[in-house]
């Protein structure tokens, strides 16, 4: 069952209150995502008193060290699996 519309609030309307500086305004292309009303109000009360102004300041830069984080994962080498293979066989777990 779908919620009513009323539920979602939209990121980027929340960019009209006032800022004194955020980094989100220098990005040059901005699409609209939605979020239910509950998160919303949640992260706004998480950034009450920190250096973020908004909620969209706060979404995009999670999002930012989310995706970084994903980027410096190093993938294990060939050689690095047969090794993990070859211990585990000898541990018994394969």
Request: hydrophobic letters at 35%; aromatic letters at 6%.
């Amino acid at each position: 069952m779908l919620k009513p519309e009323k539920t979602k609030t939209c990121v980027s309307s929340i960019i009209n209150q006032p800022v004194i500086w955020s980094r989100e305004l220098s990005i040059p292309n901005v699409t609209t995502i939605e979020l239910p009303s509950e998160i919303v109000q949640k992260i706004s009360e998480k950034i009450k008193g920190s250096e973020f102004h908004s909620v969209s300041e706060y979404v995009l830069f999670v999002l930012r060290e989310v995706l970084e984080e994903d980027s410096r994962a190093v993938p294990y080498s060939k050689e690095d699996e047969e090794r993990i293979q070859a211990r585990l066989r000898e541990l018994g777990y394969v």
